[in-house]
Nanobody, 123 residues
Framework: QVQLQESGPGLVKPSQTLSLTCTVSGGSVTAAPYYWSWIRQSPGKGLECMGAISWRGSIFYSPSLKSRTSISRDTSKNQVTLQLSSVTPEDTAVYYC???????????????WGQGTQVTVSS
């Protein structure tokens, strides 16, 4: 079974860049036909798909976050990374990575999800 583990800082200051890493085991980030997505969930909002990278390396972003979001992968480490720049308290959320067969993710019943990591943006 594929397993995904998010890691990164739990606290980030406003205006800084949030960097998270999704480490994958039991599967390859280059394996077809999977997408590797970053999703976040906050108390005042439901699940929000931030973007994804395909097995081919194609990258897709949510229009609302595209200007601040960078998704990449390190195939040698079997990791997918997320960078969110210029963070504000509105970016406080639980951040998940997920592997799915579809580009868009609606809920955790789709594909394989990590456990998520809490990120708080505060000064």
């Amino acid at each position: 079974q594929v397993q995904l583990q998010e890691s990164g800082p739990g606290l980030v200051k406003p205006s800084q860049t949030l960097s998270l890493t999704c480490t994958v085991s039991g599967g390859s980030v280059t394996a077809a036909p999977y997408y590797w997505s970053w999703i976040r969930q906050s108390p005042g909002k439901g699940l929000e798909c931030m973007g994804a990278i395909s097995w081919r390396g194609s990258i897709f972003y949510s229009p609302s976050l595209k200007s601040r979001t960078s998704i990449s992968r390190d195939t040698s480490k079997n990791q997918v990374t997320l960078q969110l720049s210029s963070v504000t308290p509105e970016d406080t959320a639980v951040y998940y990575c997920a592997r799915t067969r579809n580009l868009e993710v609606r809920d955790s019943s789709e594909g394989n999800w990590g456990q998520g990591t809490q990120v708080t943006v505060s000064s």
